[in-house]
């Protein structure tokens, strides 16, 4: 079973519109953490945000915004007023306190037409 | 500030030839990781390390692959025969304290590995 699954592959949105992705995680542990990184085309991973389990408290970063919800086991992530630059794919991931590794889901593609 | 730094950006290799992908983690990091992403696929564990020894690994980690910190800085991933599917990008991480509460995974640009 997929720990952290996003099920949007692809979107394509305009210039200045919003978007949200989604992912939906699932696990056991009580304590676990929950990341955004983005990839952009030339590959690396940058690191968004990382929430635990213990904060369900939104977060609003400039135009990104965070939405954990433990009763859904989401944490999805709101771009506002997208920008070109905000074009690569996204990955959301888990990592459990009792393990060590990460967890990514299969990351969402975001294109933004200008 | 400190980052996990890797080399080569990009490697090709024929089939069947052994690689070193090499990583530099940050400096007081103690627990090390390697990852791989196939090709428009998702980012995938492959070992964890901590002193100096393989804590965790996933069954992609077969016999083939091998970790080690040869000296104080370096930590390798080695290849030993490489096959058409090993063709991704490797990632390195590495992280001061083995809790995800107390600081970040940090990760390297990646090293595109070519077989061919």
């Known amino acids: 079973a997929q720990k952290v699954t996003q099920a949007q592959t692809e979107i394509s949105v305009v210039e200045k519109e919003d978007v949200t992705l989604d992912c939906v995680y699932e696990?056991?542990?009580?304590?676990?953490?929950l990341f955004w990184y983005k990839q952009p085309p030339s590959g690396e991973l940058v690191f968004l945000i990382r929430?635990?389990?213990?904060?369900?408290q939104n977060e609003i970063s400039g135009r990104y915004s965070w939405n954990f919800q433990k009763s859904t086991s989401s944490f999805n992530f709101t771009i506002t007023a997208s920008q070109v630059v905000d074009s690569a794919v996204y990955f959301c991931a888990l990592s459990e306190d009792t393990g060590n590794q990460f967890y990514f889901g299969t990351g969402t593609s975001l294109t933004v037409i200008p | 500030e400190p980052e996990v730094t890797q080399t080569p950006s990009h490697q090709v290799t024929q089939m069947g030839q052994e690689v070193i992908l090499r990583c530099v983690p940050i400096?007081?990091?103690?627990?090390f990781y390697w990852y791989r992403q196939i090709l428009g696929q998702k980012v995938e564990f492959l070992v964890s390390f901590y002193n100096n020894e393989i804590s965790e690994k996933s069954e992609i980690f077969d016999d083939q692959f091998s970790v080690e910190r040869p000296d104080g800085s370096n930590f390798t991933l080695k290849i030993r025969s490489t096959k058409l599917e090993d063709s991704a990008m490797y990632f390195c991480?590495?992280?001061?304290?083995?809790?995800?509460?107390?600081?970040?995974?940090?990760f390297g640009p990646g090293t595109r590995l070519t077989v061919l």
């Open positions: 400096s007081n990091h103690l627990y």
């Open positions: 696990t056991r542990d009580t304590t676990y953490y």
């Open positions: 929430r635990n389990s213990f904060d369900e």
């Open positions: 991480a590495s992280r001061r304290e083995r809790s995800p509460a107390s600081n970040e995974q940090f």
